[in-house]
Structure formats: C-alpha cells, structure tokens
C-alpha cells in the first residue's frame, strides 16, 4: 500500500468543493467511483460532506495555508480489500495523523490497474476551528502504512526514504503517468556519469553541450537549461551536484567558453515518449502537431474576435460621447450622461472578455494536449491492437499475475479487444474492463479477473470470455485460503454451461460430479474434446 499527500501548492486554487466535484464524477465510466464513504459529518452523501467542509473552513478567518488534506492510498495491482476493512484503514491512517475529530470524505476508485482510495479532510478542527497540518507526515505514512500491512495481511511494499529530490519524483510520476521523457530523466540518462565524473568547469560544459544543454548561474544556485525554455535546478538532477558541490570538486564556478555558442549538439531533449522505437511513435506525433494547430487556430479567431469586439465598442462609445456633447444640457447632467456611456462602454467589454474566456475553455476542454499514454489508451479502446500491444509492452509496469484470475496453459494471448462486449475503459497498463452493468470483467493479456463480490451472471460471462480467448481448458487462480471464490466458478460453471473444463484434475472431477458426468479413466488433453 503506497501512501501519497497530493499537495495543492497554489493556495487560490484549492477548493474542497472542487476538488470533491473532481473525485466524485464517474466521467462516462461504470468502474470508475466503486463507492465512497463519509466520517464525521452530518451528511452521508460525499459531495455533501464536501459542503460542510467548506463551511466550517469559512469560520477559520486566520488560516493562510491549503485547509485541505488530499491522501491518495493505492493498493498493489490484484489487491481488492473490502469495504469495510477500507474503512479501518482510512479511520486509522487519519487518526494517527491526528485527524481523528476532523471532517473527512473518501471516494474509492477503480478505474486504474491499481485501486485506490482518495482521503479529503478538513484540516481545520469542525469545534475548535484551529489547523492542523501534520509534521513530516511522509515519514508517519510510511510507519502507518507498513503496521496496516501486517495487520490486515496486504502485500508488503518498501516504505523506506530512496533520497530522492522533489524534483525527481515529480519527473518520475511524469514519466510514469504520460509515458514521455522529463527533462530531468533526460539530463540524468545523457549526462549524470559525465556530470560526476568531470575534472574541470570546460569538460562538464562540454559535456552538457553536446546533449544542447548549458549550466548557467541562476540566483545563488546552478541551473542546466536547454534552447527550448526547459530548465532545472542541477541539485534536483543529483544533491552532488549543487553549486557548493561542484565547487568544491571543481572549484569557483566558470562560464561556459563561446566557443561552444556554435557548437551543434549531437542530441537534444524533446518530450518523446521513453524507450519507444514504434511505428504509432511517428503517427502520434502528427497528430499532436495537428491539434497543436488546429487548436492554436481556434485559439486566436477566438482572440481576434475579441479584439474586433472591444474596437468596435470603443468605436460606438466614442461616436455616443460625440453625440452627446451636442446635446444641449447642464454640466451635472451631461456628467451623469457621460456616465452612463462610460459603464455602458465597460460592461460591454466585460462581456467580451467573459465570452471569449469561455470560448477558450471550451477549446482547451475539447481539445486537451493528450500524452503519449492517453492516445495509446484512446487508440486501444477504439479497437487498434497495435496500441493494446504497445501499453502492455511497457515491461516496467508489467500488471502482476495475482488476485482473482481465469487463464489458460499456454502463453499471453494476441492484444486485442473482444468484439461484441461493452468496453468501460483501457488502462495505461493494457488492461481492457468489460463493462457489465454495474460490475466489471478485467482483460490485462494474462487473464480475466474479477472481483469478489461479481455476480453469478458476471461469472458465467466471464468463463465464456475465457474460453474464447485461451479454449476450453481454463487454469483457475486466486490467493491463498480464498476457496469461496473457487465455489463460486464452479457454480457458475454448472449453472451457465460454457462449455469448459478446468486444468486443475480437482476442480474438474468437482465440475463433473456436480454435472453427474462420469469420470474417464484417462485424464483429457489440453484442448481435446470430451468424448
């Protein structure tokens, strides 16, 4: 279980409200909110325990900081705790946190190959009205985390300090979550053995030049940039290689030469998807220059229909104003006349400006940047196998072969999507979940999973999907001590008829005796037929 504090370091745009919004939208999806619970409010309903939070934080008028506490808890690929010890661990986690008396909302999400809760609380005590912000609540999570582990038999995860910089985990969580380079990993994969192994100020730079990159002085610090704008901090590329560091290894820092001015470097950083020599790597790229345009297009009609806008009221205000001198009035009531025209002229501007914000949200709204994983994700559910093949490519965040799985003998099937069923959603892992009703079959190219509590309708399905993807013989797994789960297949089995058989000889003689068919004295092959 990996705990994570999702910091909002812009204090204007942290709104529990919002935020709750964001949390609680199934957006189009049947999987995506499994359920969400309340504690310590007044409603039972999430968004409206959002409310609440919202208002006891209006009362706290001295509080500058975020008032909002936003825990994410993600469990391992396969890990599917019940609800109820969810709740005992979101209680003790927030209790030991000293969150225990807090207003607190939890939305659990399994939309991704790994499910996850997300924690809001309401840092501010709903009687006392003070704050509370946990001391180096990084080093409590771990300790937490690692007891809850033990105590409710989860899989173990490493919970000890790796002395990563801010930095690097932020570009880490990029890589992860896009599938394209950050700057950082590009400097650290280009350049981080020459950058510690340099014996002088010329042969660091020289080395960073050919990469198109400089180290230049920013403030009291060092700073690696490249052409494009993209900087970084050189501590955040490795701690030894801050400003007193490299000093003292290399002593008082020198400029780069301007001989390297015209030097042509033999690489260059462009935010590309990592590791990747795939024939849909040059297809996305097209299109995101496409819609790079084509939204750059939208984008500036939208501006000069504003700047049109506001000339043209600018034109009609001065032409009014004209006309105005003309009338034949006081000086009081031609003040009052100019005025009017003058907040006439202003709410009209106004408006311009409101319209047009909208319009560019919309634009940015219908034509989001997508990343290299989202299209991926976009092509696979439309049907594409190359796509499917390229996310369950990514060896590195390979879906564990655990939980509740129906497979079968031979390898990993082809990618691809089964036509005919309702497809929720494609995760950025390759794993395709079926839709059926409120429930969900999982297909990640080693197997079908589904959850605990999948309905017997579900199973059936579920088996009947099996047999066409991997034949009549299907392996069966699930965690240790779980049997009901077996029970359960068995049934369905039985009760659907799907037509297979079980590899395992003793859940097949089971299937038999509770069909009455007769036992054979030789044992039948992988993908023969029963005679």
Known sequence: ??????????????????????????????????????????????????????????????????????????????????????????????????????????????DTDNLHMHVVVNKIHPKKLTIHDPFRD???????????????????????PTGETAAGNKARDIEAMTGEESFIGFVRRECLAAMKTAASWESLHLDLARAGLALVLRGNGLVVADASGARAKSSAIDRSLSRSGLEKRLGAFRPASGDLAGMVPEK????????????????????????????????????????????????????????????????????ALYTALNEKRRAESRRLRREAGQARKAVYRDARNRNWLSWLQEQAKAGRPEALAALRARAYVQVRKSGLR?????????????PGQPVDTVTKRG????????????????????SREASQDTLILALRLAKQRYGEVLQLSHPPGDRDFAERILKAAVAG????????????????????IPTPTHEPQPGGMER
């Open 497 to 516: 008829k799907p037509g297979i058989r079980f590899a395992d000889p003793a859940l097949e003689a089971r299937r038999k005796s509770m069909l009455r």
């Open 406 to 418: 129906l497979h079968g003998d031979g390898p990993d099937a082809p990618p691809a999507i089964l």
């Open 1 to 110: 279980m990996i705990p994570k504090h999702i910091r909002m370091k812009n204090v204007a745009r942290s709104n529990v409200l919002n935020l709750m919004d964001y949390l609680a939208d199934a957006q189009g999806k049947t999987q995506r909110v499994a359920f969400a619970f309340v504690a310590n409010c007044q409603a039972e309903d999430a968004r409206m325990a959002a409310r609440e939070m919202y208002c006891t934080q209006r009362k706290n008028f001295r509080a500058r900081g975020d008032r909002t506490y936003h825990l994410m808890l993600s469990f391992r690929a396969g890990e599917e705790p019940d609800r109820e010890t969810m709740r005992r661990i979101e209680r003790e986690v927030c209790e030991k946190l000293g969150f225990g008396q807090h207003q607190r909302a939890t939305v659990v999400h399994r």
């Open 138 to 160: 990084h080093s409590a999570l771990a300790t937490i985390c690692a007891a809850a582990e033990r105590k409710y038999r989860l899989e173990i995860d490493n919970h000890e």
């Open 431 to 450: 794993a395709v979940v079926y839709r059926v009703g409120s429930e969900a079959i999982r297909d990640d190219g080693a197997a079908f999973k589904v």
């Open 268 to 335: 260059r950083y462009r935010r590309e998807p990592v590791g990747v020599d795939d024939p849909l790597k040059e297809e996305f790229g097209k299109q995101r220059e496409i819609a790079r345009a084509e939204r750059q297009a939208r984008l500036d009609a939208i501006d000069a229909g504003r700047r049109r806008g506001l000339a043209a009221v600018r034109a009609g205000y001065e032409r009014e104003r004209l006309a105005a001198k003309r009338i034949p009035a006081g000086r009081s009531a031609k003040r």
